[in-house]
């Protein structure tokens, strides 16, 4: 799995672009300064770097430079991200060592289609991911989940929570655990809400639900 640092100052734009990458099957790490991301690069080189380029302690230009002046960083894939959208800006960034640049505002999907670019043309190779349990099986690159070979047309709630069974198969899992990963931990609905879609994901898997065990007053878990 491709692990990708992401350094941006402002919290929500890094929660949105640490989230979407993260669905879309990435380790991330998330900084919102220079320092504590430099110190990760020194336990850790990551898969590709998104910077930002105004930042508290270092412009995000000066760090593109620091990096390529590092031997075994030197090849680091880098997508610069900012507000300034002026062509001088975006070709000063490439000069300095950028790989490609994204202005803000963007949308998740271009940001997840220019890293999955950059990470091909880097030579990075991202790993499908397949979770399969006897007859049912998940392809996570294609998004699809499949019983007996025939795909089986799932939620996207309902294909979250079975991915997440299927990564813990004999493990039962909380109901608070579920909705804290599939809901978010600020989702204040009633526990309930995971019963329901158990509910409708065995009855759409059909024979295979009953791989789906409920563990009273715990929660759930595949076996």
Not at 107 to 113: D, H, N, R, S, T
Not at 144 to 169: G, I
């Amino acid at each position: 799995m491709a692990l990708i640092y992401v350094v941006e100052d402002d919290n929500d734009i890094l929660e949105i672009e640490t989230f979407a990458l993260k669905n879309s099957n990435y380790e991330v790490k998330g900084f919102t300064n220079a320092k504590d991301f430099y110190e990760a690069v020194e336990e850790k080189i990551p898969s590709l770097a998104v910077l930002d380029v105004m930042l508290p302690d270092e412009d995000g230009l000066q760090i593109v430079q620091n990096i390529r002046s590092v031997p075994k960083l030197a090849k680091l894939p880098i997508i610069m991200v900012t507000a300034k959208t002026t062509e001088i800006d975006k070709v000063k960034g490439l000069d300095m060592g950028a790989d490609d640049y994204l202005a803000k505002p963007f949308g998740v999907m271009e940001l997840i289609a220019r890293v999955k670019a950059l990470l091909r043309r880097s030579g990075v190779q991202e790993e499908r991911k397949l979770l399969q349990l006897e007859e049912l099986s998940m392809d996570d690159e294609k998004h699809a989940v499949y019983v007996k070979d025939k795909h089986c047309e799932l939620t996207f709630k309902e294909y979250e929570l079975l991915k997440m069974l299927l990564e813990n198969v004999g493990i039962v899992l909380k109901r608070e655990s579920i909705m804290s990963r599939i809901w978010g931990t600020d989702y204040m609905g009633e526990t309930r809400t995971v019963d329901m879609h158990i509910k409708t994901l065995r009855q759409k898997l059909g024979e295979a639900g009953n791989h789906i065990k409920t563990v009273r007053n715990v929660g759930y878990m595949i076996e």
